[in-house]
């Protein structure tokens, strides 16, 4: 399975803004997500899905060590990439 397929087929989860990792060994990988969560959630439901998706995500990856999860909507995802654009 594929990480995308586990994300994406998740109720209560509308997109995934972005994925970043970092290789800190061959066996260490560090997992960042944005996700936009739908809006009928509550903040213990959102939770419960961060912990779950962490839970899925280590065992099916063993090579992820640790994950980062933030709940952002997709404009404050956008909006915060513009702002962090480097202009020259």
Do not use: W
């Amino acid at each position: 399975m594929k990480l995308g397929a586990l994300l994406g087929n998740r109720q209560g989860v509308l997109s995934v803004n972005e994925l970043l990792t970092m290789h800190m060994g061959p066996q260490d990988v560090l997992l960042n997500l944005s996700i936009d969560f739908t809006d009928d959630l509550t903040s213990d439901e959102v939770e419960a899905i961060i912990s779950e998706l962490e839970g899925e995500i280590k065992e099916k990856f063993p090579e992820v060590k640790r994950v980062f999860i933030e709940a952002q909507s997709r404009a404050g995802h956008n909006s915060d990439k513009k702002s962090s654009e480097i202009i020259i």
